[in-house]
């Protein structure tokens, strides 16, 4: 598909010219290599803001970004995601005119052409947080993948009392007022630090909606860094304490 072919469609999915100028895309990237170029260059057909955290990567991927009109952060070791995408937060806040931060993974698991999608999501409903919803019922899909992803959602519906059918989807669209309120108190970390985000939105009373999109996975990627045992249980502990903190709804609404 050309280049013309893809933001006609793009621009029939979203109808809202303000997808370009208001949104910004957030890529937190550790040793993704030549898998992050494309995904990048994807990002900047449909938006004007994109900020790259690399993540102490060792392979020099960020070094071949410095061509792009991008925002860069560098950690100068590996801290893990939950503090990339902090980071990230904060770059892309400082954007005027930014209403919302989309996060896609730098591996090319997050097709950037679903963002018109999740934006018009976001807008419609009016989201604090929109959740990019994957299908796991897939044969592609390993049975390790689809059960845990299911106890997850199960787990996350119990506690919260809010069905949520993708809780483990890094594909998200955050609104600036969400990342306002919870950014100056959100811990760092891997994988949790998303959970975290997502129990407390739900916690505090925060809009938070799922969207579908299209389950792209790859078996054996060699650009994934979660760890089959060690991330798991550190989402699952992010989980229980964060959900089992008393509620704390916001006194005022914007």
């Given at each position: 598909m050309s280049g013309e072919q893809v933001g006609?469609?793009?621009?029939?999915?979203?109808?809202?010219?303000?997808?370009?100028r208001t949104l910004a895309v957030l890529v937190p990237c550790y040793n993704a290599g030549e898998r992050v170029r494309p995904v990048i260059e994807a990002a900047l057909a449909r938006v004007d803001h994109v900020v790259v955290v690399d993540d102490g990567s060792t392979d020099g991927a960020a070094a071949a970004l410095a061509d792009l009109p991008i925002r860069l952060v560098t950690f100068p070791e590996n801290r893990g995601k939950g503090f990339?995408?902090?980071?990230?937060?904060r770059a892309a806040l400082s954007v005027p005119g930014v209403s919302g931060v989309a996060i896609i993974d730098a591996d090319g698991q997050h097709d950037p052409g679903e963002l018109?999608?999740?934006?018009?999501?976001?807008?419609?409903t009016g989201a604090d947080l929109v959740i990019g919803s994957r299908t796991f019922d897939l044969a592609h899909v390993p049975w390790r993948s689809r059960f845990g992803n299911k106890l997850t959602a199960v787990?996350?519906?119990?506690?919260?009392?809010?069905?949520?059918?993708?809780?483990?989807?890094?594909?998200?669209i955050h609104s600036r007022?969400?990342?306002?309120?919870?950014l100056p108190s959100l811990r760092g970390g891997r994988y949790e630090t998303e959970t975290e985000l997502l129990v407390r939105a739900v916690?505090?009373?925060?809009?938070?909606?799922?969207?579908p999109i299209a389950t792209i996975y790859e078996e054996g990627n060699p650009s994934s860094h979660f760890g089959k045992l060690r991330d798991p249980f550190r989402i699952?502990?992010?989980?229980?304490?964060?959900?089992?903190r008393r509620s704390r709804r916001r006194a005022t609404r914007d």
């Open positions: 006609a469609r793009d621009m029939a999915q979203s109808g809202d010219p303000s997808l370009r990339a995408i902090l980071e990230g937060f018109p999608g999740l934006y018009k999501t976001f807008v419609d787990l996350t519906r119990l506690l919260l009392k809010q069905p949520i059918p993708d809780t483990q989807s890094g594909y998200r007022r969400l990342l306002e309120d919870l916690r505090e009373g925060y809009c938070v909606v799922s969207s699952y502990r992010r989980l229980f304490v964060t959900a089992l």
